[in-house]
Each structure stands twice: as structure tokens, then as C-alpha cells.
């Protein structure tokens, strides 16, 4: 099998006017989370996978984990698209590793 590596990146805009709303919006949050996804901004979040096959199965369990309203969207890259992201307003934090070279798993 073939290792390239790619970054799942979930978007989403639910909506917030009721409490179910709200505790909708947590519980899909805290999945994302516990799966390890991490936060890039408010409401968009990203995951390592190892190859396409990893990466459809992330698909299919934010399909399975998804709120009844609002929009969730996913867009799945190569790491080396996603190394070379331009960051235009802000601080570049050095905790986070985004480069295009193999990871490293100590």
C-alpha cells in the first residue's frame, strides 16, 4: 500500500437558535475532537490521514456522526497542498509541524 499522506478538513455552519440546536452543534464538536480532528478556526477542522482509504473512512463516519440541520462539508487534500497554505493575517504558531517532509512518529 501506498503511503500519501492527506489532511481531511471539515467545514461547518449549524445552526444555533434552540437548545437542541445547540446541544447538536456540541455533540458533533466533541466527535470531531475525539476522533482528533484539530481546530484551524471556528468551526473548521483537520485530521491526518494516511491514504485515500484512511481518508474515505473518515468520510464516512463525519457522514455517520453529522447533525440532522445546518451544512457540513469536507475536503480532502495532500499534505504537501496543505503545507504550502499561505497565512495571510496573524501569527504562525511553531507547535504546529506543516511541512511537506515524511512525519516523524516518536
Known amino acids: ?3 500519501r499522506y ?3 478538513l471539515v467545514f461547518f455552519d449549524l445552526p444555533m437558535l ?4 445547540r446541544k447538536a452543534y456540541t455533540r458533533f464538536r466533541k466527535f470531531l475532537i475525539n476522533d482528533g480532528y484539530m481546530m484551524l478556526q471556528e468551526s473548521v ?3 491526518l490521514a ?3 482509504n484512511s481518508a474515505d473512512a473518515m468520510i464516512l463516519r463525519i457522514k455517520q456522526n453529522k447533525p440532522n440541520a445546518g451544512l ?7 499534505e504537501k497542498q496543505f503545507a ?3 497565512l495571510i493575517i496573524g ?3 511553531n507547535d504546529i509541524i506543516d511541512s511537506s517532509e515524511r512525519v516523524i512518529v516518536l
Not at 457540513?72 to 487534500?77: M, S
Open 1 to 3: 500500500m501506498i503511503c
Open 6 to 8: 492527506m489532511r481531511v
Open 18 to 21: 434552540s437548545s437542541e440546536d
Open 45 to 47: 477542522y483537520c485530521k
Open 50 to 52: 494516511m491514504n485515500q
Open 72 to 78: 457540513v462539508q469536507v475536503l480532502t487534500i495532500t
Open 84 to 86: 504550502s497554505m499561505e
Open 91 to 93: 501569527d504562525k504558531h
